[in-house]
């Protein structure tokens, strides 16, 4: 029990709010443990913004605690918490060189000079910017103004960093290499990471943990493997990833596998993650790159579709077909035009059981 | 957006001990006198608003005559006048300017800001002088032998419009300039591309995508050239403006009620054009 | 064909600038130059003398009118400066209930004749006993000059991203550091710029100042208007161009200091 509490690093509890116009956040709860990289993933409006501003202080919730260190830090204002935040816009103090930007965080607090400059300099050379003490803001580029903003934020060792989309403004070159950066930095530095961005591949890439938010809520909280591989809800498995939704009725099941019988015909799941009952309905999942299209019929499954197109998409060949009823599923695998199948030919579409997801009983539909 | 600034928000209460300084200052060096107007205006001539006083509407009554209506058309037609001209000088200024490389801009910006600081009164004065019977003007259209004799501008309407265009144009062209400033020149581009001529580009493009800032150029003319009164008085003429009437009936009629009528007129004209340009969605007036 | 048109505005353009300027400058020089007219007054030329400023600086009622003028500058533009960035900060948010009302209230003067609000702080100064003179100058002063300031700064706030001031709170200030460190400055530019015209505002007004002196209180503009109406003599030309001499300078300065902190906020990233 206790090392668990001290596992914990931040805790959200039952987070609610409201700006007048309909719930923001309603009813959120997250545990962030110690050292890890956490990302709440969402599209605009989702309440993540708002999530990491009630860590910060710079919101208060209408109802719900946040506990930090197992202390309740609900009402303290942002400049007491051991928190500090790197903000979507930068927000760098533009009347401030570099160096005090930097040293701000550390000044306010009343560090006395020679602790600020031997901070200062340290964090510059974290961030690989020594050479740009001098310069004020309005000199430097969107990466150096992002690298300047992390070490502002870093200076002041706060136990949390919340990162408000870090790298939305700056181009995909730039993300990638930012994303890696990141990530080392935040290894080297064990330091506790709230990372929001609406890019499904920076959070996949980056996180220990994603939340998926939708509407004020969580969606799903998992690791990047579990939201890619087993969606929990229909909206996680379309706004992650590219994947085929099959909708069908559970036929039978043992606990272990089921069939799943649709309008194009029927297939088997691996059911064990789901438990699913017989006769509900459910949603199956499937990855594009995991899904095939095979010119001969396959075991388990009895799916037969129509090839409508097959385009060289770099490094493997995506077919385009059209199920029965004339759902368009797109399936890769084959690495060759040369072996892809015809437009009008008849496929079988398949897939390896164990990396479909299932999404059955109280999550279908949601 | 909605959390655009909670922070600030938050600080309720020193938000409103900040306002309170300027709260005093618009309730009693602002309200109260326009109430004590309104006041005076509404009760009978020679008494002063108080509680004994007796409440009447012959003050606004009385404004209904030929010669005081004759007077506030004359008002309301210069002031209209003024802003014309300026606008036909001062658009193109303002855009000229927009256009004008980068480092002119800032000298041109200068340039048309300091005659704006320096007191009218002063730049109406260089005017008399120029246009004097004996002045500079005449004696270069002399010597050009285009006339003969001295012309008398001074106390024409012409040389009353011309002092009035003279102290507002400033007004006119900041707003417009920055309209200009902002514009997206590359929509122009875009007419032409469509095969636009290049005053039909400016007429379907520029024109109205500038439009706020020649409505805020041509309120910010018009309403202090409804009230101005001292111009014409210095210009010479004798043409009389609701300004002149006012003056008379407070220092030499001495008829405060009457007075008082009159400025609520003016305070309700210059006022309203005001609020229907803020309400109609113009931008603040808040240019310089 | 386009070439030529081109050409053509590039043409018309200085040109058409330069004749405005010229007119709009004209008749500044013209007093700067009637200025050192010998003549008694400025019907004609009549050659060159300084006489004018010898005398205007032995003029005591003008020594004591240029006094009047810069205290009820400097202190309207003073309180103005406070009154109006205090208010600007409060209202900045637009959360404060009847905010809007009394942003109106006090832009208001903007809006109104001068004439009108004369009277009108004749009309209650005299009926609350208020004493005319140099206190009701400045009260009359500050609450025009205030919007000046008010607008300026308010318009500044509610451009900075809030962001900025967040970023502060979040680093671990308070308030009131955020407001010595991060806003006032960030602001200041807009506070001074807004003072400056409360100055040239003040400095210039004749009409409010008409109703609301005393005998004994002239100031510049008031003793230039009296000048004026009596026909004006080079004595009045030579104190209009000591005023604008020191508006040249001011102005000029303002705006070396403008282009200074520019290049330093904003210098491009090249």
């Known amino acids: ?366 | 957006m909605a959390h655009k600034s909670a922070l600030r928000a938050a600080d309720t209460r020193r938000n409103a001990l900040f306002v309170l300084p300027m709260t005093l200052f618009a309730v009693v060096l602002v309200a109260l006198p326009l109430i004590y107007v309104l006041g005076t205006s509404l009760v009978q001539s020679g008494q002063d608003f108080s509680f004994g006083a007796t409440f009447t509407l012959q003050n606004y009554k009385s404004l209904l005559r030929t010669d005081y209506l004759m007077v506030f058309f004359n008002s309301l037609k210069l002031a209209f006048l003024t802003t014309l001209v300026s606008f036909i000088i001062g658009y193109p200024f303002g855009y000229c300017m927009a256009r004008a490389g980068r480092r002119w801009k800032a000298l041109l910006m200068m340039l048309v800001i300091i005659p704006f600081w320096t007191s009218a009164l002063v730049r109406i004065y260089g005017w008399k002088i120029l246009l004097q019977g004996s002045g500079p003007v005449n004696g270069v259209l002399k010597s050009l032998g285009l006339i003969e004799k001295n012309i008398k501008f001074l106390g024409s309407y012409g040389s009353v419009l011309l002092a009035m265009v003279y102290c507002m144009i400033s007004f006119m062209i900041l707003p417009c300039h920055s309209a200009v400033d902002k514009m997206d020149f590359t929509l122009v581009e875009a007419a032409r591309d469509l095969g636009s001529k290049p005053w039909k580009a400016f007429l379907d493009v520029t024109l109205p995508l500038t439009m706020p800032g020649i409505l805020a150029g041509c309120v910010l003319v018009f309403v202090p050239s409804v009230g101005i009164f001292y111009l014409s008085d210095i210009m010479g003429g004798g043409l009389v403006l609701v300004g002149n009437l006012i003056r008379d009936q407070l220092l030499k009629v001495r008829d405060w009620n009457t007075g008082s009528a009159m400025s609520m007129v003016l305070i309700v004209l210059t006022a309203g054009i005001y609020l229907v340009y803020r309400k109609s969605g113009g931008d603040d007036l808040g240019v310089f | 064909m386009a070439n030529k048109r081109r050409k053509k505005r590039k043409i018309f353009s200085p040109i058409y600038l330069t004749l405005v300027l010229i007119i709009l400058y004209l008749p500044i020089l013209m007093v700067v130059i009637y200025s050192f007219n010998s003549g008694r007054t400025i019907a004609a030329w009549q050659g060159f003398t300084t006489n004018w400023y010898t005398r205007l600086f032995n003029n005591a009622l003008m020594a004591d009118a240029l006094k009047n003028s810069l205290i009820l500058a400097g202190l309207s533009a003073g309180f103005a400066g406070v009154i109006g960035t205090l208010g600007a900060i409060g209202l900045a948010n637009g959360h404060l209930k009847g905010g809007s009302f009394i942003e109106s209230l006090a832009t208001l003067p903007m809006m109104i004749p001068e004439l009108v609000l004369g009277m009108a702080y004749l009309a209650v100064f005299t009926a609350v006993g208020v004493k005319l003179g140099m206190a009701a100058l400045v009260l009359t002063h500050t609450t025009f000059c205030v919007p000046y300031v008010f607008i300026n700064v308010k318009s500044r706030l509610v451009g900075m991203d809030p962001a900025i001031e967040e970023a502060a709170r979040d680093l671990g200030a308070s308030p009131l550091r955020v407001l010595r460190d991060i806003t006032i400055p960030l602001i200041m530019p807009a506070v001074i710029s807004g003072m400056m015209l409360a100055v040239a505002m003040s400095i210039d007004d004749v009409v409010i100042s008409f109703f609301v002196t005393s005998a004994e209180t002239t100031t510049l503009p008031l003793k230039v208007y009296t000048g004026l109406r009596s026909g004006g003599t080079p004595e009045i030309n030579a104190l209009s161009t000591l005023m604008l001499a020191a508006i040249f300078v001011i102005v000029g300065l303002s705006q070396l200091l403008r282009a200074r902190s520019d290049k330093k906020l904003y210098a491009s990233k090249q």
């Open chain 1, 1 to 366: 029990m206790d090392e668990a509490m001290s596992e914990v690093l931040l805790s959200l509890k039952h987070i609610s709010k409201n700006f007048g116009e309909g719930d923001v956040l309603s009813d959120v709860s997250l545990d962030v443990k110690r050292g890890e990289f956490v990302t709440l993933l969402g599209a605009s409006g989702c309440g993540k913004t708002t999530t990491l501003r009630i860590v910060a202080g710079l919101e208060t919730p209408d109802t719900g605690e946040v506990i930090l260190n197992g202390q309740d830090m609900t009402s303290l204002p942002p400049e007491s918490r051991p928190v500090n935040t790197v903000f979507q816009s930068y927000a760098l103090f533009p009347h401030m060189n570099v160096e005090k930007n930097v040293a701000y965080g550390l000044k306010v607090r009343g560090a006395d000079k020679k602790t600020i400059a031997a901070r200062v300099k340290e964090m510059l050379e974290l961030v690989q910017m020594s050479d740009y003490a001098g310069r004020m803001p309005a000199q430097l580029s969107g990466g150096q103004r992002q690298r300047i903003a992390i070490a502002r934020a870093l200076a002041p060792q706060p136990q949390l960093l919340l990162l408000d989309e870090p790298l939305g403004a700056l181009d995909l070159q730039l993300r990638r290499q930012m994303q890696i950066e990141l990530k080392r930095l935040q290894k080297k530095l064990g330091i506790t990471f709230i990372y929001i961005t609406h890019d499904q591949e920076e959070a996949i890439n980056m996180s220990d943990r994603i939340a998926v938010m939708k509407g004020g809520k969580f969606e799903q909280l998992g690791t990047p493997e579990e939201i890619y591989d087993r969606p929990a809800t229909r909206y996680v498995a379309q706004f992650i990833g590219r994947s085929t939704i099959l909708t069908g009725k559970v036929k039978h099941t043992n606990g272990f596998s089921a069939v799943i019988e649709t309008g194009n015909g029927s297939f088997t799941v691996d059911s064990a993650h789901a438990k699913l009952t017989e006769g509900e309905m459910c949603d199956l999942c499937v990855r594009t790159e995991r899904m095939r299209a095979s010119k001969t019929p396959v075991e388990g499954f009895s799916l037969p579709a129509t090839v409508r197109e097959a385009r060289y998409a770099g490094g493997s060949v995506l077919t385009y077909v059209t199920l029965r009823d004339g759902t368009e599923v797109v399936a890769e695998g084959v690495e060759r035009m040369a072996d892809a199948p015809n437009p009008g030919d008849t496929v079988y579409m398949h897939w390896n059981p164990a990396q479909a997801a299932v999404i059955g009983g109280a999550s279908y539909g949601a």
